[in-house]
């Protein structure tokens, strides 16, 4: 999805869209804070977008991540593990 600026220069939104990814699963939980957002699926994969500067959305860059991009958990000490629970601060 695009996003587009819903403020001024000096105080920038994202604007809420309408998915346009398929993803091929349900979503089992989906959290936002005032400037990103998470998506877990029924099979534990994790999706994330939104403001990024601190590096909040867990993808290894500081840059704003304006579709859904994959948190890649990493599942080599425990092959079986799965997400089952997200949730994000202020």
């Known amino acids: ?4 600026k819903c403020a001024d220069d000096l105080h920038t939104t994202l604007c809420p869209v309408r998915l346009q990814r398929d993803i091929g699963m349900r979503a089992s939980k989906v959290v936002c804070a005032p400037h990103h957002t998470f998506l877990l699926l029924d099979n534990g994969r994790v999706f994330a977008w939104g403001r990024n500067d601190c590096g909040q959305l867990g993808l290894g860059t500081r840059k704003i991540v304006v579709s859904p991009m994959e948190i890649h958990v990493p599942t080599t000490s425990w092959p079986h593990m799965r997400v089952r629970d997200v949730a994000t601060g202020p």
Do not use: A, L, T
């Open 1 to 4: 999805p695009s996003q587009e």
